[in-house]
């Protein structure tokens, strides 16, 4: 009888172990999944520190008037990277906050400028830079008015310079 119960217990903590593994594997990829999102839209990279930390923006002026933010210091591992595109060198003329309503630097100050930034980072709203000698919207291949989409490697650097490429073949 002894033996009887003590199987039962036995099968009992079986059970639970199964379904204690099952629900941690679920949270796990939920995790996984939900984690980036979350740090996006908290302004914090993978480590948590705030985005706004891994670059920097110089103003560029023309005649007393804001023309441009260059980005002169950007960190390999910088979000702005990975979700824009973004690159040394490249002047923001335009960001959009929120809402997909992009708002030129020429009408805005630098202060005002670099906030939009980290807010349409946070937003995933698109942003327009002078790179070179042409003006490109970032980001390329993911921006969809606001609305998030799974990454994927076309979403990330290599797919937007495939996607610079094709632009600059036609």
Do not use: C, W
């Not at 099952?22 to 908290?42: D, F, L």
């Not at 210091?73 to 990975?82: E, F, G, T, V």
């Not at 979700?83 to 929120?98: N, R």
């Amino acid at each position: 009888m002894q033996g009887i119960g003590l199987l039962a217990l036995l099968v009992v903590l079986a059970i639970i172990l199964v379904l204690f593994a099952q629900h941690t594997s679920t949270v796990s990829s939920v995790n996984k999944e939900v984690r980036p999102q979350v740090e996006q839209i908290a302004g914090v990279d993978e480590g948590g520190k705030p985005v706004k930390d891994t670059y920097e923006l110089q103003p560029i002026r023309e005649n007393g008037k804001l023309k441009g933010m260059k980005v002169v210091q950007l960190a390999p591992s910088s979000p702005m990277r990975k979700f824009y595109g973004l690159e040394d060198g490249d002047v923001i003329i335009e960001a959009s906050p929120q809402g997909g309503v992009l708002m030129s630097v020429r009408d805005n100050d630098s202060t005002t400028m670099r906030d939009y930034v980290a807010a349409g980072y946070q937003t995933k709203q698109p942003l327009v830079v002078l790179r070179g000698d042409k003006q490109l919207t970032l980001p390329q291949g993911n921006a969809n008015k606001g609305e998030a989409k799974k990454s994927s490697d076309a979403d990330g650097v290599q797919g937007q310079l495939d996607a610079i490429k094709g632009a600059g073949a036609r």
